[in-house]
């Protein structure tokens, strides 16, 4: 079964650096996403994009935060310089969206593993 | 989107049928029902989601009052692998390619 795959499985870094999640989405999929979860909270949204463009970003979402997808098959989210507060498991999902024959919608999000970031 | 309420944790013996429930009282009638599961620390999961009409998978049942107020949904022979944080999300038809909010969801313990 496809799956979405996503690295590293866990990235630790210094206050200040810049660094890159990588994931692969499901190959025929159109929508992607970036979700986070800081330990023992919720999981929380991030960003979503569609069409080479970004549809919608939360607040946590700041220009710290950038994201692309460079190749057609990868899909990155940059963050310039990291902050303690970025400690989380970031997940990686995608999506394809569209209606079966008796107008009942499919959009499933398929989630990634996730990357644990740990800001020192 | 709708809010959801769940309980937050529930148990539920090996084998037995686990009913976990949601309320959505100002769902509107453009609005799904979602259910996503996450095991400890792993991405979120799908399971099922509909409408109005109760609607079954090989993962699970989803059950949902004719008022569309709550739902629930049936593990029907809970296993110890289905211990989880289970999340029941309502989401906009309009929206499908949009973000899904998470609450808290359920901790659903499966006992031996």
């Known amino acids: 079964e496809p799956e979405v795959t996503q690295t590293p499985s866990h990235q630790v870094t210094q206050m200040g650096q810049e660094v890159i999640l990588r994931c692969v989405p499901i190959?025929?999929?159109?929508?992607f996403y970036w979700y986070r979860q800081i330990l023992g909270q919720k999981v929380e949204f991030l960003v979503s994009?569609?069409?080479?463009?970004?549809?919608?970003k939360s607040e946590i979402f700041d220009d710290q935060f950038s994201v692309e997808r460079p190749d057609g098959s990868n899909f990155t989210l940059k963050i310039r310089s990291t902050k303690l507060e970025d400690s989380a498991m970031y997940f990686c999902?995608?999506?394809?969206?569209?209606?079966?024959?008796?107008?009942?919608?499919?959009?499933?999000?398929?989630f990634g593993p996730g990357t644990r970031l740990t800001v020192l | 989107d709708a809010k959801t309420t769940q309980p937050p944790s529930m148990d539920c013996a090996e084998g037995r049928a686990a009913n976990l429930p949601c309320n959505h009282s100002?769902?509107?009638?453009?609005?799904?029902v979602y259910w996503y599961r996450q095991i400890h620390s792993q991405g979120p999961q799908y399971i099922i989601h509909?409408?109005?009409n109760n609607e079954t998978n090989e993962m699970a049942s989803l059950i949902i009052t004719e008022d569309r107020k709550s739902s629930t949904l049936i593990l029907p022979h809970a296993t110890l692998r289905d211990t989880a944080v289970y999340y029941c999300?309502?989401?906009?038809?309009?929206?499908?390619?949009?973000?899904?909010?998470f609450g808290q969801g359920t901790e659903l313990s499966v006992k031996p």
């Open positions: 999902a995608s999506a394809v969206v569209g209606w079966t024959i008796n107008v009942n919608s499919y959009n499933e999000q398929f």
């Open positions: 190959s025929n999929h159109l929508y």
């Open positions: 994009f569609y069409n080479n463009e970004i549809s919608e």
């Open positions: 100002t769902i509107s009638g453009n609005e799904y």
């Open positions: 509909g409408l109005k």
């Open positions: 999300i309502v989401r906009a038809i309009y929206n499908q390619g949009g973000k899904l909010i």
